[in-house]
């Protein structure tokens, strides 16, 4: 299983956040299970408001569009006949609902004022009053908020009257849905209601405060910083708008100021859901442009609406809504696709946020495309969602965090072995210095003094032979044995330089030290990048994490990888060359692990004939020296490793390894 997450530890994983989000989902939904929907006049009559709660849509009252009449005013027969609702937008109209209610009854009527001034009067009396409402821009006062009033219903009908203005918005202003019931009933659907909407901040801020804690502890968390912001936007956007809640904090809030907050937090969250998803994914590219450019739309449409009045921002409202899904839609399907294409991000917390991401953008539109069609809906699908992602994520956060601190824990005990291993080497390495030193000049004085008797010998064999000429004293005999004698001067004196070289070649082997073959390599190939792309072709470095090290010399090992980059680099034009580092089981003889260098050209190839020769000094098809190969060679077999190359209809591959440092062997 990806990310080391046993089969047991995924069920269990998944248990839990189907109850935990089965309980959640539960308590959003019941306690916001609001009143039954009332279609017509009929219905509203024979209504029993003693067992239920009418939920009563604006359609059902009287309009009187561009008129602000009172309660007088009907007294008085002063208004004209009401007109139909699909007569046209009215930026101020009055509203009127005649009720046959049961008398001596205390009922409850309760809902959000409309928008974005209203005075409500029942029976004559002024019972809600948000903001002034006026005939015109000057004359109104805007204010929202969330009321419940309680009358009694006495021997008449009861009448409620309601004044709305909205000169705001360039898009104008809406009458709400209102509850009715008896008193009981009312009350107990605001609590259920406040109950819902504190319990789902509660979780939130608490959500929010822990996160920012985590983040003051773990700095290189940012994940936990991003994470507590979009549960503090998600809180901020619920007092705001459920109930006005904010109202009631700060009563003397300014309406605008109110409006803002509630757009600026939706701002804000789909910001800060970018920068998490981000941190998460650690994804470049494409992410990143779509991160930055979601950044900077959000920062100059806050900036925007600060500095504008409402009717002037509310004109690209639209756009606004429109701009929010692109963006979400466009993150969501990157991130689809960096987990289809990088395994490394398919782990059990890479997919439950994402997963939440997507079940929180689903219910979302989902609820905003069934309130546009099914006006009736009441189910809060966007609190659900909310609830859903903070605790998924919570979950992921966990397992990310646990994943994170076992890997910095590996990494620390490593880093701690390999400093303890550098350290006996660096101990190992100075004694052998001194050991290289002393045989070096024990060998050079032995060169020094082999070497002086045999110019002397060889001086004197020479002189003999000159005089056996110089008075003709022809002896085939004599000459044969000094030109035997002359062979085997120049074999020692071979045997002497051979010996230093041998000695050299041996103290540069006594300095090989761990090596990073992973780190080595792909940032030797990255140094070639440039050349490489000068010649058209395509560089692609790929290496397995956690390689093991290697012992070996590391200037000679980067020698070998830019003589295979550069032999392709010179067969291949326009096209790919890939350098991948990966552990392999070696089989046979050489046996063991090795990590495997593999430099791939999809170039015009090596010739059929020159094939077998490659590795052979001089043995080039392209002019060159030719000694790059034996090189290679050479270095890699003085490392205990094999090179081999592989020609096809694709191009060549020129692999090499080099075996997997082993303290038992170095012993």
């Not at 969501?332 to 059990?348: L, Q, T």
């Not at 824990?409 to 880093?415: D, G, L, S, Y």
């Amino acid at each position: 299983m990806s990310g080391g997450i046993k089969r047991g530890s995924l069920l269990s994983v998944f248990s839990y956040l189907l109850i935990v989000s089965a309980i959640f989902i539960a308590v959003t939904l019941v306690t916001g299970k609001d009143g039954e929907f009332i279609n017509n006049m009929e219905q509203l009559d024979g209504f029993d408001f003693s067992s239920r709660i009418a939920f009563i849509p604006p359609e059902l009252f009287e309009r009187y569009p561009e008129a602000l009449y009172t309660p007088e005013d009907f007294s008085a027969s002063l208004t004209v006949p009401p007109t139909a609702w699909d007569s046209g937008r009215s930026d101020f109209a009055t509203y009127r609902l005649v009720l046959n209610l049961t008398e001596g009854t205390v009922y409850g009527l309760s809902g959000l004022s409309a928008t974005h001034a209203m005075t409500l009067w029942v029976n004559g009396v002024v019972s809600v009053s948000a903001g002034r409402p006026g005939n015109s821009m000057e004359s109104t006062t805007p204010g929202t908020n969330y009321f419940t009033v309680y009358f009694t219903a006495g021997a008449y009908p009861t009448e409620i009257i309601i004044q709305r203005s909205s000169f705001i918005l360039v898009h104008g202003g809406r009458l709400n849905h209102i509850y009715l019931a008896e008193q009981q009933l009312i009350t107990s659907r605001n609590i259920l209601a406040h109950v819902r909407v504190s319990f789902f901040v509660g979780i939130t801020l608490m959500a929010a405060l822990i996160y920012f804690g985590l983040f003051l502890f773990f700095r290189k968390q940012q994940h936990f910083m991003w994470f507590s912001l979009v549960c503090a936007m998600i809180a901020l956007r619920t007092i705001g708008i459920d109930f006005r809640l904010i109202a009631t904090l700060l009563p003397n809030l300014d309406w605008h100021l109110d409006y803002l907050i509630g757009y600026l937090s939706t701002s804000g969250f789909v910001v800060f859901v970018f920068l998490y998803l981000d941190s998460v994914f650690k994804t470049p590219g494409v992410n990143r442009i779509l991160k930055f450019s979601a950044i900077i739309f959000y920062v100059f449409h806050a900036v925007f609406m600060l500095l504008t009045p409402p009717i002037v921002y509310s004109q690209f409202q639209i756009h606004y809504n429109i701009s929010i899904m692109v963006f979400s839609v466009a993150l969501i399907a990157n991130i689809v696709w960096i987990v289809f294409k990088h395994p490394e991000k398919r782990h059990i917390e890479h997919i439950l946020v994402l997963s939440a991401s997507v079940s929180n953008a689903v219910l979302g539109a989902s609820e905003v495309a069934l309130r546009n069609a099914t006006p009736q809906m009441t189910a809060n699908y966007t609190q659900a969602g909310a609830i859903v992602f903070i605790f998924i994520n919570t979950i992921a956060l966990a397992l990310y965090f646990r994943r994170t601190e076992s890997e910095l824990a590996i990494a620390n005990e490593q880093k701690q072995r390999l400093e303890a291993e550098e350290l006996r080497l660096e101990a190992d390495n100075a004694m052998l210095d001194s050991l290289s030193r002393m045989k070096t000049e024990y060998l050079a004085n032995m060169s020094h003094e082999i070497r002086t008797p045999l110019t002397v010998i060889s001086g004197d064999v020479q002189r003999v032979g000159r005089l056996l000429g110089k008075y003709d004293l022809d002896n085939e005999k004599v000459s044969q044995s000094l030109i035997r004698a002359q062979e085997e001067i120049m074999h020692v004196a071979r045997l002497v330089e051979n010996s230093l070289k041998m000695a050299a070649m041996q103290e540069s082997k006594e300095k090989m030290k761990l090596i990073d073959a992973a780190s080595l390599f792909t940032t030797s190939a990255e140094v070639c990048r440039g050349i490489i792309e000068k010649q058209g072709n395509n560089l692609i470095i790929k290496a397995e994490k956690n390689l093991p090290h290697i012992l070996g010399n590391a200037d000679q090992l980067i020698q070998v990888l830019t003589n295979l980059l550069t032999n392709a680099n010179k067969h291949t034009k326009n096209g790919e060359i890939s350098v991948s580092v990966e552990l392999e089981k070696m089989s046979g003889e050489a046996g063991g692990r090795h990590v495997a260098v593999t430099v791939k050209d999809n170039g015009t190839g090596i010739a059929a004939e020159l094939l077998p020769h490659v590795f052979e000094r001089g043995a080039s098809g392209s002019g060159s020296t030719g000694i790059g190969l034996p090189i290679s060679k050479n270095v890699v077999e003085a490392h205990g490793g094999t090179i081999s190359i592989t020609e096809s209809q694709k191009g060549t591959a020129v692999t090499f390894t080099i075996p997997v440092y082993d303290p038992e062997m170095s012993t």
